[in-house]
RNA sequence: GGGCCCGUAGCCCAGCCUGGAUAGGGCACCGGCCUUCGGAGCCGGAGGUCCCGGGUUCAAAUCCCGGCGGGCCCGCCA
């Protein structure tokens, strides 16, 4: 049994006793850890149990600790009552028992809790739009929705990891615009860059075009305000456009030659036209061709940090599919499609009505969400609906769908929810989580990948690698070239995976080259240092570690050894519920109170040239248990656990 | 105009959901520790009006109301 279930059975039955009736499990809800180490191991504090029975906390906690002392337990050394707490003191012989046979039962899946009742969930994550590389606001999205997936596959749900891919808005169209008038180029460089400043100078030359158009206009209506307005809009992407030739002037010159005169709004609406229509055959292949090497280029990335995907869903095939005239047909048979402004939409106002699902749906309270506009004018379709005809997608054959996308869809996505629940998709409205995040923030710079100002995911990652393959080789001045950059790989990209997890989701996370790199405390190459500790003793040692004849009562000798088997009994419950409540960041934090915990134990308390056999044995349990412990969860975030570094 | 999120040390963050014991870390700064399993480490020091004002409560960083500051969203864009 554990050790919460056993006090809360004890605290409950002690209760009773004084004619308090709770129920063992409302005890252990009220069970938390101490602040301070000799406040003892597990408190209850009384304070809402006294006021429900109208005693004074002080005293309630006197009566009980006298209660409990009458019973001696196996487990609890002693309880004793500080100002309303009533603070239990365990047996560490019994900790240190607990620990050994759980370790020696389960090995390497020590701590792996599965739930009684896997889910089939679907995450789906990244899904950045294929006209520029991955840049380090969409490597927030990725770690964050690729750790999510390591987390609930890990506590046995079956996770299906979807990328959208979203080939049919107008950015696509840009850059084919772009690529074809450059006459469809070989692709130079990783593809993914390529096709980026190619869609970034083609966006720029139209936006310029537009304004000066527009800026004609102002000047006929002698409209000053506007004039002044568009001009410094001109301003600034004129230096963008300064930036772009920079980088590519050959490239650059033969677009702006190329799309001279040109009505670009005409063409890529009629691009648009024809691909969503496939009307063009050979069009249509251009747009496939090029979105798949923007695509290979994701992978690329993606792959060098451990990041996989089962599925990559073309918004094109959902489209072309007979599914959004299912849903058209299904919401003119409910009588939810109405008109609005002219074009088909679904009716949102109705269902708006009800307090009750607003709740369920997390809808603010006064909060108006205009219908949702189905097609367009020219009878195209529009992405907001294509979105509801997505989550039914991936709504066939799953329990539940967690979308990773970022915190300023939050109303697009209430909006989608909302549409669900209007056509009669119930299970799915209520099933469907948006887990939104804050954006990266670039000191000084805003990042935007319509002007190619971006800091690409892959100079982030090669940079971090440079970056470790220096602290390596400094450290281990002999080791081989291949070895040292294998391991520079492995510490890079564990630092930058630990520092987009690290933050919670809800924050804009300040993205700074000096914390991104760090390899000291609070980063993830400390927590790799240290599982490297753990596993070189052990290794070391030579043997398996053996469970027999441990002096457990040796734990109570040194503070920190107490500590570690406090931390690795925690273990499986904080990893448990990071899962469940879709909390990676907690985890992080876990590991690195454990990690901080073993290097103190590894500095004041030598483990192999300990003399006396069982307590030697019993140490080696606690660096086996840290080195299980550090080794799931580097892998739940899939940073790679080295041996060596 | 309406809505959502954030505000904790010079800087970055945890704690807030579910109120409770002197508010925790990291970076940077100052001072120590390499003849013992790896110093990417360990020990010590300094650093705080928990944005402000009310309210609820025996008790508020935490809950409620009102401000202030920052970000984001309200399109026949995606």
Not at 57 to 62: G, I, N, Q, W, Y
Not at 622 to 633: H, P
Request: charged letters at 30%.
């Amino acid at each position: 049994m554990h050790v919460l279930e056993r006090l809360g059975k004890l605290a409950s039955q002690a209760l009773s006793e004084l004619d308090i009736h709770l129920e063992e499990s409302e005890v252990i809800q009220l069970l938390e850890e101490p602040p301070k180490e000799v406040m003892g191991d597990i408190a209850l504090p009384v304070f809402q149990i006294a006021k429900k029975v109208k005693t004074s906390p002080a005293e309630l906690a006197r009566a009980l600790v006298e209660k409990l002392g009458e019973t001696p337990d196996p487990i609890v050394e002693k309880a004793v009552n500080v100002g309303g707490y009533v603070n239990f003191y365990l047996k560490t012989r019994v900790l240190a028992e607990m620990l050994s046979e759980a370790l020696k039962k389960y090995g390497e899946d020590y701590g792996r809790i599965k739930v009684e009742k896997p889910l089939k969930i679907v995450v789906e994550h990244t899904s950045a739009n294929p006209v520029h590389p991955l840049h380090i606001g969409h490597a927030r999205n990725s770690i964050i929705g690729d750790t999510l997936s390591r987390l609930l596959t890990w506590r046995g749900h079956r996770v299906e990891r979807r990328f959208y891919v979203n080939d049919m808005g107008r950015q696509v169209a840009i850059l084919i615009y772009g690529y074809r008038a450059l006459g469809c180029p070989k692709v130079r460089d990783k593809p993914d860059h390529f096709m980026g400043i190619i869609y970034a100078m083609t966006n720029t030359i139209i936006e310029i075009d537009r304004l000066k158009t527009e800026i004609n206009d102002a000047k006929k209506s002698n409209d000053d305000k506007r004039l002044k307005r568009l001009l410094k809009e001109l301003d600034e992407w004129v230096s963008v456009a300064d930036e772009l030739r920079r980088k590519g002037p050959e490239l650059f010159d033969t677009l702006v030659e190329k799309l001279r005169g040109r009505d670009h709004e005409k063409e890529l609406s009629l691009l648009m036209k024809a691909y969503e229509e496939r009307s063009d055959k050979q069009l249509v292949e251009v747009f496939r061709k090029v979105s798949e090497m923007v695509i290979e280029g994701f992978k690329e990335t993606l792959r060098k940090v451990h990041v996989e995907f089962d599925y990559w869903d073309w918004e094109s095939n959902i489209v072309w599919s007979s599914i959004l005239d299912e849903i058209v047909e299904k919401a003119r048979k409910l009588g939810k499609l109405v008109t609005y402004k002219g074009a088909y939409a679904i009716d949102l106002t109705s269902i708006q009505r009800s307090e009750d699902l607003r709740r369920k749906l997390g809808l603010p309270q006064f909060f108006k969400i205009p219908p949702l506009i189905v097609k367009r004018s020219d009878g195209t379709t529009l992405y907001p609906i294509r979105d509801v005809a997505y989550s039914i997608v991936k709504f066939r054959n799953a329990d539940k769908v967690i979308n990773v996308i970022m915190a300023e869809q939050k109303l697009e996505q209430l909006q989608v929810k909302l549409a669900l629940y209007a056509l009669g998709y119930i299970k799915e409205a209520l099933n469907l989580i948006h887990y939104s995040y804050e954006i990266v923030k670039l000191p000084g710079v805003k990042m935007s990948g319509r002007r190619g100002r971006y800091v690409s995911f892959d100079s982030v990652i090669d940079d971090a690698i440079v970056r470790a393959f220096y602290e390596v080789k400094k450290r281990n001045p002999n080791m081989s070239e291949e070895e040292a950059s294998k391991i520079a790989k492995m510490v890079g990209i564990g630092a930058i995976r630990y520092a987009l997890i690290s933050v919670s989701a809800e924050k804009p996370l300040l993205f700074d080259w000096n914390t991104v790199l760090s390899f000291e405390q609070n980063s993830g190459p400390y927590i790799q240092y240290t599982y490297a500790r753990a596993r070189n003793i052990l290794k070391k040692y030579g043997k398996p570690v053996d469970y027999t004849n441990l002096d457990y009562d040796s734990v109570e000798e040194k503070a920190e050894r107490r500590k570690l088997v406090k931390h690795l009994l925690k273990y499986p419950h904080v990893i448990s519920k990071a899962a469940d409540t879709l909390a990676p960041e907690t985890i992080v934090d876990y590991a690195g109170k454990l990690s901080e915990t073993f290097n103190k134990f590894y500095d004041t308390d030598p483990v192999l040239t300990e003399k006396c056999e069982s307590k030697k044995k019993m140490k080696l349990v606690l660096v086996k248990g840290t080195q299980v412990a550090l080794k799931n969860i580097l892998s739940m975030l899939g940073i790679e656990a080295p041996e060596k570094m």
